[in-house]
């Protein structure tokens, strides 16, 4: 039941995924990033509504919202997406690292 | 709330608060967009109400431009057929320009109640059409998010003024 919901949640967010470009065809340049950020924000919450996320997660995904619901401009969710991608390159540093084992064996 | 206070306080609302919509407010803003001002009084216009979760949700899939989860939608749609059968040729054009107008009586109705909407263009026009079923000469243009608001958002900033109003010809400055 638990995955059937989960499915329905991604078959819906593969929808909008097609939707959003084809449309973007036809709509201004700064939606393509904007709609970029608004998939990573309606992944987190099916992440989140499926017990999958995690606190750096839901952090993430609070700023996100701001900016998703906000009026500001193409500059100021530049450097927003520039600011989450550095915080997510320090995450994926520490989830990621290699430990002095692996080094050894590689 | 006065129509002046309305016409200038309104904003458009894309985060909506996990309530329900009350029905009395819903049916009054489609009563709004039923009064609208309709050139010739063609009326070749159409809205479907979506409140129902589950097909809000598939909604959205197909509209990129709601955002938020909202309590109901109205596809403003098109009746092609009606405007070129009572309209004549220039039947189709005044429709058009009727449905912006519905638009804007059902944004007024909707935050006169202190409800927040938002008109979306971002959707899959195609198959908008066909998840709601609509016959071959309606087609969807607008769809409006509605709810309880969320949000209340800022301005994002007007033109001014004497960039968009002249005086008796184009580039003419207007003074009051």
Redesign the interface.
Known sequence: MKNKILQQDL??????LL??A??LYD?PAG?GPF?LM?TAGRLLEIMQDHDLSDPFLVEIQKEI?TQ????GSDERLKAVLDQLSLRYAEQLQERFQITEEQERET | METLDAIFSRRSV??FADEPLEAEKLGLVLQAAAASPSGGNLQAWGFVVIRDASRL??L??????V??RPAAAVVICLDSGRANRIGGAGGERWAWLDLGLATENMLLAAHAQGLGACPVG???RE?MAKFLELPQDVQPVLLLALGVPK?K????GRRSISEVIFSGAWGVPYEE
Request: glycine share 12%; charged share 20%.
């Open positions: 078959f819906l967010l593969v929808g909008y939707t959003s084809h449309g709509e939606y709609r608004d919202a998703r619901f906000g009026t | 894309r985060e949700a598939a959205r899939s197909l509209a990129p431009g955002i938020g971002s959707f899959h198959a949000q958002p800022e301005s994002p």
